[in-house]
């Protein structure tokens, strides 16, 4: 099993899932350092954050703004699919082309891209048109 599903798995343990009970973990790679998350609901409702964007929010409080790589874990049918939100956030943190595998506990997994998941996502350079 690899280093980043071995991460995501263990922090999908502390999901705080009250409302959904659906429980998501995420890691990062960052060179040969590792970031991991999972989703954390709220009472209200819309402040919950997903597993994604709590790892990579990890990463960056310890200070690294490019990460290599991302791996998402749920117990779906398929792959797990991340939402708008994380695809926006990913796509300010990672490479266009970087590798970010979404997966499920049963053992499907699928390799796609920033670019892939989120095209056009509106970027840095936007904002000095
Ligand atoms: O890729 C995903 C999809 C959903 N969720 C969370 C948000 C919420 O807590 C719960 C149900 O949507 O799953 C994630 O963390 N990541
Ligand atoms: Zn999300």
């Known amino acids: 099993?690899?280093?980043l599903r071995t991460a995501a798995l263990a922090a999908r343990e502390n999901a705080y899932v009250p409302y959904s009970?659906?429980?998501v973990g995420?890691?990062?790679r960052v060179g040969d350092r590792i970031f991991s998350g999972a989703n954390i609901e709220n009472a209200s409702y819309g402040l919950s954050n997903c597993a994604e964007r709590s790892a990579i929010f990890a990463a960056v409080s310890a200070g690294y703004t490019k990460l290599d790589e991302l791996l998402v874990?749920?117990?779906?049918e398929g792959p797990v699919s991340p939402c708008g939100a994380c695809r926006q956030v990913i796509s300010e943190f990672f490479p266009a082309d970087a590798?970010?595998?979404?997966a499920n506990v049963r053992g499907d997994s699928q390799q796609t891209t920033p670019q892939a998941l989120l095209p056009g996502?509106?970027?840095?350079?936007?904002?000095?048109?």
Do not use: C, R, Y
Request: hydrophobic share 60%.
């Open 1 to 3: 099993m690899s280093v």
């Open 21 to 23: 009970h659906f429980a």
């Open 26 to 28: 995420a890691a990062v």
């Open 73 to 76: 874990i749920a117990d779906t």
């Open 99 to 102: 590798v970010i595998t979404l």
């Open 121 to 129: 996502a509106f970027s840095k350079g936007d904002l000095n048109a």
